[in-house]
């Protein structure tokens, strides 16, 4: 009888652990997670042929900051907020010993946040590793992300995130 009940227990036991991270993981590209209607290129079409514009041209600087301002409230896929996901992306470090990370934005492209503009909000993601694990070899590496994607945003100095993600876990990209 012992035994029935201790087996009763450990299956019970491992039930309760399996349902812990019940929902399966979906694997997420970029474009997912920006809004259908989201159009920030209707600010380009009121300037007409932005091409002819030479880099100086104080118009480029208007259109510069209207892209910016646009892009730091890009808005987000609220029905992605609470999904465990898995998303690829370029690490920008932001916290961290040299060795490991414990947080760091990803972004869709290399480079991203140290050009301006940095990308949009709905293009950069927050990411906070559970004790520093995230083993990083450089800036820049590239990476997937597995854990539960929040839609609520977080700034930094270097972009504002319109998503952030507790990892679970950060592995190469290969």
């Known amino acids: 009888m012992k035994i029935y009940f201790t087996v ?3 299956l019970t036991s491992l039930l309760f652990l399996g349902g812990v991270h019940a929902e399966p993981v979906k694997e997420l590209e970029w474009d997912a997670m920006v809004p259908e209607d989201y159009r920030p290129d209707k600010i380009l079409n009121q300037f007409g042929d932005i091409n002819a514009l030479d880099d100086n041209d104080p118009k480029a600087q208007i259109i510069l900051e209207q892209l910016e ?3 730091r409230v ?3 896929v609220e029905s992605l907020d609470g999904k465990r996901v898995k998303l690829p992306g370029f690490v920008v470090p932001i916290e961290g010993d040299g060795e490991k990370l414990s947080e760091f934005l990803l972004v869709p492209y290399y480079g991203a946040c140290i050009h301006v503009p940095p990308p949009p ?3 950069t993601v927050y990411v906070k590793v559970p004790e520093a694990d995230a083993k990083i070899r450089e800036a820049f590496d590239t990476v997937w992300v ?4 929040s839609a609520k945003p977080f700034n930094s100095d270097l972009a504002n995130a319109g998503y952030q ?3 679970e876990a950060v592995t190469p990209y290969e």
């Open 146 to 149: 597995t854990g539960t994607l």
């Open 121 to 123: 909000a709905n293009q």
């Open 165 to 167: 993600i507790e990892a």
């Open 74 to 76: 890009a808005p987000v």
């Open 8 to 10: 009763v227990l450990l």
């Open 69 to 71: 301002a646009a892009w």
